[in-house]
T-cell receptor, first 111, second 114 residues
Framework: QKEVEQDPGPLSVPEGAIVSLNCTYSNSAFQYFMWYRQYSRKGPELLMYTYSSGNKEDGRFTAQVDKSSKYISLFIRDSQPSDSATYLCATGMDSSYKLIFGSGTRLLVRP | DAGVTQSPTHLIKTRGQQVTLRCSPKSGHDTVSWYQQALGQGPQFIFQYYEEEERQRGNFPDRFSGHQFPNYSSELNVNALLLGDSALYLC?????????????FGNGTRLTVT
């Protein structure tokens, strides 16, 4: 079983839709959670960073962490074609410098 | 403000050869981590360098080695290349090297082993 599971997609939505991207993880010791966006032929770009449980909002993006169910989510409001990319969730703990990534969900926003 | 830069962008090597990849961290960052990303997969942690020492290593064989220089730049070396080493190699930098420091990635070096 992978430590972080993520549906690979692809997820195809019309422009303006609300997008929900999700990951589950297995280790309750994970304490901080990140979402990265990766465009084709580029490196991952940090979108959201959350420590422990709760919500965090930044513009059109909202990250949620539910540690009781080991479930992390990223919501994108008013999605744009420029949001088309692969979204990677990542997690880590306060005893390791290693980030553990999901395999990524490919998102396509249709004009 | 320069972000993380990696060179070369692409590389083709033959099985059994050796390769060196280079990384300059984001301005102000002092910690460098290396990740391997196979096609369709998330990045996998290779190791992290801080204060010119390897501080933590992932589940990669000794064929993978690295170095960090006094100016915080870093190299990743891979010996005795295998076909399975073909991947995107990502360098990430962070500040202070704390456990929860957000990582900033470069655009990677695409290595193809034939």
């Amino acid at each position: 079983q992978k430590e972080v599971e993520q549906d690979p997609g692809p997820l195809s939505v019309p422009e303006g839709a609300i997008v929900s991207l999700n990951c589950t993880y297995s280790n309750s010791a994970f304490q901080y959670f990140m979402w990265y966006r990766q465009y084709s032929r580029k490196g991952p770009e940090l979108l959201m960073y959350t420590y422990s449980s709760g919500n965090k909002e930044d513009g059109r993006f909202t990250a949620q962490v539910d540690k009781s169910s080991k479930y992390i989510s990223l919501f994108i409001r008013d999605s744009q074609p420029s949001d088309s990319a692969t979204y990677l969730c990542a997690t880590g703990m306060d005893s390791s410098y290693k980030l553990i990534f999901g395999s990524g969900t490919r998102l396509l926003v249709r004009p | 403000d320069a972000g993380v830069t990696q060179s070369p962008t692409h590389l083709i090597k033959t099985r059994g050869q050796q390769v060196t990849l280079r990384c300059s961290p984001k301005s102000g960052h002092d910690t460098v981590s290396w990740y391997q990303q196979a096609l369709g997969q998330g990045p996998q942690f290779i190791f992290q360098y801080y204060e010119e020492e390897e501080r933590q290593r992932g589940n990669f064989p000794d064929r993978f080695s690295g170095h960090q220089f006094p100016n915080y730049s870093s190299e990743l070396n891979v010996n005795a290349l295998l076909l399975g080493d073909s991947a995107l190699y990502l360098c990430a930098s962070s500040l202070d090297g704390a456990y929860n420091s957000p990582l900033h990635f470069g655009n990677g070096t695409r290595l193809t082993v034939t």
